[in-house]
């Protein structure tokens, strides 16, 4: 390729990811996105299949791991918005995928990919085993939780307002796309070349991220716009907090998601069961559900991109959480798995335009020197409710039989899918609840 022709496609490349900053941070996001999705499929499947199948405590043990995941969500992220504001974006990016990389290297040991010296065959004892898988997520997303506000932060340091939209775009496609392909490939990997190797990628793809952060420059107005401020920490998060209750859009949309996050935690914990149980299929389909839901938030977000802002992104935002709640009960009432493969599939076009409404409207309501505070006092509000219902779920699914059913009105219940039913009322009550909120607002 001639230099000329070199630096037309570079040219078109930045055109179309809007500017060379964000094609640099979305390419980084790729293959770590991936690697995400790849990882937590697999340690379910892993846990499910080799760690402890048939166990009693199984939901339970399955709902601890999402929790490990979601607790710091809640516990750190508030503190971590206010040293994100603090701090500078791309360096705090940079230590924090330097530090899961290595985090989760811990993990090939714990797998067996070494025999480790003092155990009976090499082996960790399973109490060990899941006490260190447990620890390597908690810790890996409190990395996370600093990694995610500043990266919503420089979005808008590197982004034109009037992009933000097609950024966010962007960023869905990242998220689908791994959706479609981690989950798939989870169950074949596992089981084809052995669980070392998802880590192993996971920890690479972090290095990767790294390396392209640090072609990242934003502007040096960007830069001189840091906050430098050494008050108090808990005034600069309570100063997040009046904003979030002060503001009639972000606190709608706080409120509004809690409700719905009360709910889908829930299924996070039993679609697994809901898949062997529910529609008699094998554990080894599980990864096809969430493919089925990246295919989805692909069209989804194709269709979104361009509509939400000439729809409106209050109206898009309240109406798309309404038709999620609405198929995930018809995705209850399925009993053979291609049907529930449809559902689960239609059931991502709506959450990608909801995520695609999202983000624009939180950063066009928010100041630029509160967006640190408001993203750790949104988040740790979704993830309370979230980490309730996955609690709730997974204490409920290990002392309930999944042979317990009951008739109403000669239709037949079992316990996965009323709690799933659950569900989706609790995300239609969040979208009526913005809708009455946001009547009015015309963002």
Known sequence: ??????????????????????????????????????????????????????????????????????????????LAGVFVDRWDKRRTMLWMDAIRAILISFLLFASGI??????????????????????????????????????????????????????????????????ILGPALASPLLLGIGVSWTFGFNAFSFIVSFLTML??????????AQT???GHIWLEFWEGLQFVSRNTVVRTLTISLMIAMSGLGALNVLDVFFLTQNLHAPTVLYGFLSTAFGVGSIVGTALASP???????TRAFWSSMIAVGA?????????NFLSALIVFGLLGIPNAANNVALEPLMLQTTPRNLAGRVFAVLTPAWTLAYVVSVTLAGYAGSLVSWHVHMV????????????????????????????????????
């Open 408 to 443: 109403i009105l000669g239709i037949t219940f079992g316990p996965i899918d009323t709690i799933l039913i659950g569900t989706g009322l609790l995300v239609i009550v969040g979208g009526v609840f913005a809708m009455v909120s946001l009547r009015g607002i015309t963002q």
């Open 327 to 335: 198929l995930i009960l018809v995705f209850a009432r399925m009993t």
């Open 1 to 78: 390729m001639s230099t000329e022709t070199r630096f037309s496609f570079l040219t078109k490349a930045e055109h179309l990811f809007i500017n060379r900053n964000f094609l640099l941070l979305w390419s980084g996001q790729v293959l770590s996105t991936f690697g995400d999705f790849l990882f937590g499929t697999t340690l379910i499947l892993w846990m499910v299949t080799f760690i402890a199948p048939g166990r009693s405590w199984l939901p339970l043990a399955v709902s601890a791991l999402i929790l490990a995941q979601s607790l710091p969500r809640f516990l750190i992220q508030p």
């Open 307 to 313: 509509l939400v802002p000439r729809f409106g992104f």
């Open 228 to 230: 430098h401020s050494k």
């Open 215 to 224: 072609l990242v420059h934003p502007s040096r107005e960007a830069g001189n």
């Open 114 to 179: 070494l025999p480790i010296p003092f155990f009976p065959g090499g082996h960790l004892p399973l109490i060990w085993l899941l006490a260190i898988i447990y620890g390597v997520v908690f810790v890996a997303s409190v990395c996370t939780q600093f990694f995610a506000p500043a990266q919503f932060a420089l979005i808008s340091d590197i982004v034109a307002e009037s992009e933000l939209a097609r950024a966010s775009g962007w960023n869905l496609v990242v998220t689908n796309l791994a959706m």
